[in-house]
């Protein structure tokens, strides 16, 4: 081999290694972007969902991913609802019955303490007329109404206690799943009303005995093993991880089942309770007098800032 070509040669070869080096580091450069971008989005999902919003109205987010809608809601208050975010997730459930691209809902809430508090207390001391009253209980009564006109199943994923209507959301969900830490209590007698809007979606999944041992027995919090016994949950775990497993492990398992018959059985658990519509509404409008009573009023005036 002439001393020409050696050196061409050699010259060559170096340019190949050198462009070859130059490929496999770009490689890695893409291969570290994709990695870094999977990684900082599952960190804002699970912050997202453990981090309280601190938004006056409280805030909703959907999430549509291989068939499955999950409604994540939030309020600083405890995850407590004002009325513009009753009034979100009504129309939210509503939306996601109609989307052909949903098989299966997952309600669940932010944070890792308290699941929902029930209704924004400031709002309730707020109410000065008996219109006004109905008004804001019937933002349950509607939330309640859409879960159950709803087409598709739900799965509530309950990690932190249920008060009130926090309790009734629960309840109108087709399954729940819930952590040791999700005890629930109805204490609407304790300030001179009562869980009427949502004792409906309660008894149904309970039964009266044990909506009554909730609603009379109002300052005693029932653990998640008794709500367990009752019906409430249909599993209890000890951690929000177990707990987000199952949910997912199911959510995933439902969304691949027939439509079409998840949505005969949904008709079918909820059978009978067309009249839901009236009665839910006089409900709120039972809740909406009491409200007003001097009895409540001294109640609330507890809870003013």
């Known amino acids: 081999m002439s001393i020409p070509f050696k050196k061409y040669f050699f010259n060559a070869l170096l340019t190949s290694k050198i462009e070859l080096k130059m490929v496999l580091s770009q490689i890695m450069h893409l291969l570290y972007a994709i990695w870094n971008f999977i990684t900082d989005h599952r960190i804002f999902e699970i912050n997202r969902i453990l981090m309280t919003t601190t938004r006056a109205d409280g805030s909703l987010y959907i999430k549509i991913e291989n068939h499955i809608a999950t409604l994540t809601f939030g309020h600083p208050s405890s995850n407590s609802f004002p009325s513009v975010l009753l009034d979100r997730l009504a129309k939210a459930f509503d939306s996601l019955s109609i989307n052909t691209n949903v098989h299966i809902i997952v309600l669940q809430s932010e944070g890792d303490r308290a699941f929902c508090a029930g209704a924004s207390f400031d709002e309730l001391i707020a ?145 009978k309770t067309a009249h839901w519509e009236t009665l839910l509404s006089e409900r709120a409008a039972i809740s909406g007098a009491l409200v007003l009573s001097e009895n409540t009023k001294k109640a609330l005036a507890k809870f003013k800032k």
């Open 127 to 271: 109410i000065q007329t008996e219109a006004e009253g109905q008004q804001f209980f019937a933002g349950f009564a509607n939330v309640i109404n859409a879960m159950r006109r709803c087409t598709k199943l739900s799965i509530g994923r309950i990690q932190g206690k249920a008060v009130g209507g926090g309790v009734g959301l629960a309840a109108a969900c087709d399954y729940c799943f819930a952590t040791e830490a999700a005890a629930i209590k109805l204490s609407e007698l304790t300030i001179g009303i009562g869980p009427f809007v949502i004792e409906p979606a309660v008894s149904r999944k309970i039964g009266v005995a044990a909506f009554g041992e909730l609603a009379i027995d109002a300052t005693q919090w029932k653990n998640a093993y008794w709500a367990k016994e009752k019906g409430l949950y249909a599993r209890v775990f000890e951690s929000i991880t177990e707990l987000d497993k199952e949910v997912l492990l199911l959510a995933e398992r439902l969304a691949n089942y027939n439509n079409d018959a998840t949505n005969e059985l949904k008709k079918t658990l909820w059978q």
